[in-house]
Structure formats: structure tokens, C-alpha cells
């Protein structure tokens, strides 16, 4: 399976702030996806990170909060834009070779907002 | 830890007793289901998968069963270890049309 790092870890942010976050994975995915986890929740899709063109957002996400970039095979970013409280999160980077084939998950970035 | 499954169910088992955990799948036209296990700061885990055209799968220490008359998966775990204790999640999908679709999740607490 691939290896895959997020950057930062965690994060404590102020409201208003934006923060980026990194994803980067040891070898060439064909799909890479961000999900959000509340605490003491399941994980939620936010989008599906496309490689030379926009994201695919799921109901309740949009580009304009998190926006997304996807440069090349092994690398994404996911920003979450203008925070709040309620944007207090696990966020999970995503990978798979491509349909059918199983997704592993980064290890997250723990975001606080106050 | 970062109250991941601080408001899920939750399953106590003895060490060495057997668990089983139980997920409900929503969506009739899925045909691939993974479990996965997330401990306290890290990311989800795969533990095993089973695709629609079996009924139950085998790895080690860990059984996965499928129903899909009821839509029903389970995760079977022999000889429940402390090491065991996470939370665990079922997620499916329609195979070749991800991502995959999460399950609530069921805290595993092992007594020792």
C-alpha cells in the first residue's frame, strides 16, 4: 500500500484564518480524496482531488471554503478557508489506484479553531 | 486522544473472547465493503474487504460476513487482543465508481 504523509500534524488557528493543508504520497494514485472527521463522527467526503482540473465536491462542500489543488500524481493540498469553530476537525487525506481498488487514508490533520 | 468515537457505540469484550461488530450498509447497488480500524491519532486502517459475490472472507484473527438480503456486514474477531481496542468503521461503495461511503462506527474497548 502507499505511503502517505500529511502536513501539519495539528494546528491550533485563530477564526478568520485560513489554513493549508498538505497530502504527499510515496508513489503515482490515480485518486486522491479529502474527507472530514467531527469529533466523536464518522468521516465525511468533502471532495474528490482531480489532477489538472477542479475538484469534485460532495452536497455541503464547496470550492470557495475548501479549496483544492491536485499539480500532479502524488501530491494535493486542501485549504480550509475563513474558520470557524465548527471547522474543528480531523481532516484525512485519501488515496486509491484507481477504481475498485481499496482506499488507504493519511494519518490527518487535527485542526483546532478558536 | 482526539475524541475520535467519543459518541459512538460502544462494544466491551473480554481479552481472549471473541467480537463482533455489526454495520448496517445503506445503499442496495453496493458490491464492495471494506472494514477499516482507527486508533486514537491516526488515520483509518484496512483491516479486510469482501466484494458482493461472497459471502465471507478470511484473514487473520479477522472474519468479515455479508448479507446482502439485510444489507448487513459483520467483523469477526477471534481472541480479542488489548491491542484491538479502536474504533471501527464499515464503508462501502459501488466498485469502479469511488469513494467510499462511511458507516458510523463502533468503539471496541477490551478489558484486560
Known amino acids: 500500500s502507499a505511503v502517505i504523509s500529511q502536513k501539519p500534524s495539528r494546528d491550533i488557528c485563530q477564526r478568520g484564518t485560513s489554513l493549508t493543508i498538505q497530502c504527499q504520497v510515496d508513489?503515482?494514485?490515480?485518486?486522491m480524496f479529502w474527507y472530514r472527521q467531527q469529533p466523536g463522527q464518522s468521516l465525511t467526503l468533502i471532495a474528490t482531488?482531480?489532477?489538472?482540473?477542479?475538484?469534485?465536491?460532495e452536497s455541503g462542500f464547496v470550492i470557495d471554503k475548501f479549496p483544492i489543488s491536485r499539480p500532479n500524481l502524488t501530491f494535493s493540498t486542501l485549504t480550509v478557508s475563513n474558520m470557524s469553530p465548527e471547522d474543528s476537525s480531523i481532516y484525512l487525506c485519501?488515496?486509491?489506484?484507481?477504481?475498485?481498488?481499496?482506499?488507504?487514508f493519511g494519518p490527518g490533520t487535527r485542526l483546532t479553531v478558536l | 486522544g482526539e475524541n475520535v468515537g467519543l459518541h459512538l457505540p460502544t462494544l466491551s469484550v473480554q481479552e481472549g473472547d471473541n467480537s463482533i461488530i455489526n454495520c448496517a450498509y445503506s445503499?442496495?447497488?453496493?458490491?464492495?465493503f471494506i472494514w477499516y480500524k482507527q486508533e486514537s491519532g491516526k488515520g483509518p486502517q484496512f483491516i479486510i474487504d469482501?466484494?458482493?459475490?461472497?459471502d465471507k472472507r478470511q484473514g487473520q484473527r479477522v472474519t468479515v460476513l455479508l448479507n446482502k438480503t439485510v444489507k448487513h456486514l459483520s467483523l469477526q474477531i477471534a481472541a480479542t487482543q488489548p491491542g484491538d481496542s479502536a474504533v471501527y468503521f464499515c464503508?462501502?461503495?459501488?466498485?469502479?465508481?469511488?469513494?467510499?461511503?462511511f458507516g458510523k462506527g463502533t468503539r471496541l474497548s477490551v478489558i484486560a
Open positions: 445503499n442496495s447497488a453496493s458490491d464492495y
Open positions: 508513489s503515482q494514485v490515480t485518486m
Open positions: 469482501i466484494r458482493s459475490n461472497m
Open positions: 464503508a462501502e461503495n459501488i466498485w469502479g465508481n469511488t469513494p467510499l461511503v
Open positions: 482531488a482531480n489532477q489538472g482540473s477542479e475538484a469534485t465536491y
Open positions: 485519501s488515496v486509491s489506484g484507481g477504481p475498485g481498488d481499496t482506499q488507504y
